[in-house]
């Protein structure tokens, strides 16, 4: 079974990359050191590496290269994701403003939606069909040919991508908490693209959704508790880049890629909320995650909230199998409600301890 194979092998090569970022990173002091580079949002108390983006790259590079099909979508996602893995090198080394990593998520974003990835069309969440997002196109000339840009559907596409990048990379800051929960997205995207075999671009979307969560499965091991090597930028920045660009190759799953994603989801808008309100920038970060109110509040230990991650991401997975579109609109509502409850509980449960 060739899905199995690409599986491990990609998890194989992840698994000897790891090491050797991890020395040289330890060599050069490229370490995450809190007692020297403090931040409120930091959870870990000794230098750990923040070379994560790297292995991911490399595996995903070298098995996509042998496995799947070359074309320009390939050529232009491996430029965005080179160029996203640079910039987390960057920021593992010289701590980057939140500002250059956005404008490295748009320049990424840019990268494959100019190439010809875009949504055009999104299910309609009321009646049978679709709401056709490609209606509105504009010709011009570059280079010698006439050009189409999908002026909706090329903007939907962008900021789903910035979106998820974001919401994912927030969602990284206890050990094994994001590859735990990506893993599991990878895997059911790959297995929906699996579903559509006979269409040989699903195919190829699944292969690529089954390298990746073996690369992030490698990352799993070294990153669980007690972790050796952090996802940093490259890592967390890939996870969501790659899981919005299978979502849209893969028929514009929008929806199900939101239900994987819906507790990170639902912890990023009501972050941007509580920043917003309080006067602060909604990048700049900070400890009111949800991850940090279970671990600071609830005493949740680092695996079960990685756990939880994984597993309520497995729970909406599972359920995007089933569900209609209306049925994933209000299973995500639950989500909100259920992050949004978690958010309330925590603050009393303080109170009460004071």
Not at 5 to 32: A, C, E, G, H
Not at 98 to 103: D, E, T, V
Not at 227 to 255: D, E, N, R, T
Not at 312 to 328: A, D, R
Request: with cysteine; aromatic share 12%; proline share 4%.
């Amino acid at each position: 079974m060739i899905e199995f194979t690409v599986f491990l092998l990609s998890f194989i090569l992840s698994l000897l990359v790891i090491p050797l970022v991890i020395r040289i990173y330890q060599k050069n002091n490229w370490v995450d050191d809190p007692k020297s580079n403090k931040h409120i949002k930091k959870t870990h108390h000794h230098p750990v590496p923040r070379g994560g983006g790297v292995p991911i790259f490399v595996s995903f590079i070298i098995c996509s290269f042998f496995f799947l099909a070359i074309d320009k979508y390939l050529l232009a996602i491996s430029i965005a994701a080179l160029v996203l893995t640079v910039i987390g090198v960057l920021d593992d080394i010289y701590n980057l403003h939140p500002y250059w990593r956005l404008a490295a998520g748009l320049v990424a974003g840019l990268i494959v939606v100019g190439s010809g990835i875009g949504i055009a069309y999104v299910s309609h969440p009321f009646q049978e069909g679709v709401i056709h997002l490609d209606s509105i196109r504009l010709n011009f000339e570059l280079l010698g040919k006439t050009r189409e840009l999908w002026i909706i559907a090329d903007l939907f596409a962008l900021i789903f991508i910035l979106w998820n990048m974001n919401i994912v990379n927030w969602s990284k800051g206890l050990d094994g908490q994001l590859p735990a929960f990506v893993v599991v997205a990878f895997l059911f995207l790959g297995i929906l693209s699996d579903s559509f075999s006979a269409d040989p671009t699903q195919f190829n979307n699944a292969l690529l959704s089954f390298i990746l969560a073996g690369s992030f499965a490698g990352l799993l091991i070294y990153n669980w508790y007690p972790q050796k090597i952090m996802p940093g930028y490259g890592a967390g920045s890939l996870a969501g880049f790659f899981l919005s660009i299978l979502a849209i190759l893969s028929g514009a799953k929008v929806a199900t890629t939101l239900m994987v994603l819906a507790i990170p989801t639902a912890d990023a808008v009501f972050t941007i909320i509580r920043r917003l309100t309080s006067g602060k920038s909604p990048i700049w970060g900070d400890r009111g995650h949800l991850h940090h109110l279970l671990l600071d509040k609830l005493g949740w230990g680092r695996r079960r909230v990685a756990i939880f991650y994984a597993l309520t991401s497995l729970i909406m997975g599972v359920l995007s199998l089933y569900l209609n579109t209306l049925g994933k609109i209000v299973a995500l509502a639950l989500s909100f409600l259920l992050v949004f409850f978690l958010q309330i509980w925590t603050r009393i449960h303080t109170t009460k301890a004071i």
